[in-house]
């Protein structure tokens, strides 16, 4: 596992992540419309070189083996 960096809902994800990787997180922050996602964050990790996000309420976004991203809701 690689460390990555952290940035706020709503901010610019860091620019090394793909275009799907990004509608994704665009994706999930659109569906927290209405709530106070003030002091969340995104954290960023790399596993086997692929990116995995995961937000504050446990929601995380990963690149499958297969080069998919997928979104994962926290129960």
Same mark, same amino acid.
């Given at each position: 596992? +690689? *460390? &990555?960096?952290? @940035?706020?809902? &709503?901010? !610019? $994800? $860091? /620019?090394?992540?793909?275009?799907?990787?990004?509608? /994704?997180?665009? /994706?999930?922050? %659109?569906? *927290? /419309? &209405?709530?106070?996602? =003030? +002091? @969340?964050?995104?954290?960023?990790?790399?596993? !086997? =070189?692929? $990116?995995? %996000? !995961?937000?504050?309420? &446990?929601? #995380? #976004?990963?690149?499958?083996?297969? =080069?998919?991203? %997928?979104?994962? !809701? $926290?129960?």
């Amino acid at each position: 596992m +690689q *460390l &990555g960096t952290r @940035w706020n809902v &709503g901010e !610019e $994800p $860091p /620019a090394r992540l793909s275009p799907e990787f990004v509608a /994704a997180v665009r /994706a999930v922050e %659109a569906e *927290l /419309a &209405g709530v106070d996602t =003030g +002091q @969340w964050r995104w954290t960023l990790t790399w596993l !086997e =070189g692929r $990116p995995v %996000a !995961e937000l504050d309420d &446990g929601t #995380i #976004i990963r690149v499958d083996y297969d =080069g998919v991203v %997928a979104v994962s !809701e $926290p129960e």
